[in-house]
């Protein structure tokens, strides 16, 4: 069938028509297939529940690197050089703070520079969340239109910073 005469509107129709059609008859295998991620999803909950409990450091130091190095390999392979500028310093910075830390002998300010370090990390984190929070509201309420912001702007703006508060107070 030529398309080519239809409009977008009425080809996209026609091609949504033609998707249902190839899946016709395919909804119990799609109702199983969500009853093994549902299963797989609770068991792996339960064995990390269980490994947390018997082998706690274990587990904390495994998922902290996870949670360190993983958006790093994303960063790099989708080129968001903003993140990985900031994950740069944060690292930099909370290396030079760990390794201040773990000297013997410790010296007299080291755990003022820690508990300053975290701590302002802490409040970055914390405003950048409310802050991305806010946007996100602002731009479900219609208020990025009073500042002439496409809704697609604004709410990519709003979800970067929530990410950014999360993800590095939870680092932190």
């Known amino acids: 069938v030529d398309l080519s005469h239809l409009s977008p509107e009425e080809r996209w129709r026609v091609e949504h028509a033609r998707m249902h059609a190839k899946h016709r008859g395919h909804e119990a295998m799609h109702a199983e297939m969500v009853l093994i991620l549902i299963a797989t999803l609770v068991v792996a909950q339960l064995l990390l529940v269980q490994w947390k409990q018997r082998h706690p450091r274990s587990y904390n130091m495994v998922t902290l690197f996870q949670m360190w190095v993983v958006p790093l390999y994303f960063t790099i392979k989708l080129y968001w050089w903003r993140f990985l500028v900031i994950w740069v310093l944060f690292s930099a910075v909370t290396a030079f703070v760990t390794f201040r830390a773990t000297r013997k002998p ?62 590095y107070g939870v680092l932190e």
Not at 119 to 148: C, E, Q
């Open 106 to 167: 410790l010296v007299q300010t080291t755990p003022r520079l820690v508990y300053k370090w975290f701590l302002l990390i802490y409040k970055i984190s914390y405003a950048t969340g409310i802050v991305g929070y806010m946007a996100v509201m602002f731009t479900l309420f219609g208020l990025n239109l009073l500042f002439r912001i496409k809704p697609e702007d604004a709410m990519d703006f709003g979800i970067s910073l929530l990410f950014y508060g999360l993800y």
